[in-house]
């Protein structure tokens, strides 16, 4: 792990410190890159509530996991994963702020790393106008929604107030502080609930906090090449 960074393999995926494939990354705080704020594993910032993948179109080679899980290669027990509900979120919005919040007026123009494994997928959404509440297969409300920093503005006076309430929300929302051990592993429904991390300070020393990310899909998805 200390020498991770003199791996050829290693040096051609650079996504969180490395990606072995689309749905499993190795996450990592790597030291080159310690001052790149498009890295959210790179620890010393936080993690905003995010489900990952969110903004990303489901024609892509790499579409929304329906289901992440990470397994503990090596852990930080100071570092929890903290989780909340979608369904408790929304039952601290309104019928009117939910409805507003389905429509296409969000402008997204910031994705971090935890969004995107590719590069064409940073394309799906940035510099577009979007819904941030979506419906699934079975008619379950998803929040498309990648953290409070993603959304740039909003094309009315309604969407951006509809933001405002939704960002409280989540602030007001119980949070479920999971910690993992080495050779723990975890899964949830990405689509269901929302994560974060807080900042820590990595030492770069071989001891950090490492974890594989893995997705899941529950059925397979016709990709367009």
Not at 99 to 127: C, E, M, R, W, Y
């Amino acid at each position: 792990y200390g020498e991770i960074d003199e791996t050829p393999y290693q040096k051609k995926y650079i996504d969180e410190g490395s990606r072995i494939n689309p749905i499993v990354h190795q996450v990592f705080s790597w030291e080159k890159n310690k001052n790149n704020f498009n890295f959210s594993s790179r620890g010393s910032s936080n993690l905003d509530f995010h489900s990952d993948r969110a903004l990303t179109s489901d024609h892509l080679s790499t579409p929304t996991p329906d289901v992440l899980a990470f397994f503990g290669l090596r852990c930080d027990k100071n570092v929890p994963t903290r989780i909340i509900l979608n369904d408790d979120i929304f039952s601290k919005i309104d019928q009117d702020t939910f409805n507003a919040l389905k429509v296409n007026q969000f402008h997204i123009t910031n994705q971090k790393s935890s969004n995107a494994t590719q590069p064409n997928d940073h394309d799906s959404s940035i510099g577009k106008t979007i819904p941030i509440v979506t419906m699934d297969d079975n008619n379950n409300p998803i929040i498309r929604w990648g953290g409070k920093s993603i959304v740039s503005s909003c094309n009315s006076k309604k969407s951006k107030d509809a933001m405002k309430k939704l960002m409280c929300a989540i602030e007001q929302c119980e949070q479920y502080h999971i910690i993992l051990e080495s050779g723990d592993f975890m899964m949830f429904k990405n689509k269901r609930v929302l994560h974060a991390r807080e900042a820590y300070q990595p030492k770069y020393d071989g001891n950090d906090r490492w974890l594989l990310r893995v997705y899941g899909l529950f059925k397979k998805r016709i990709i367009e090449t």
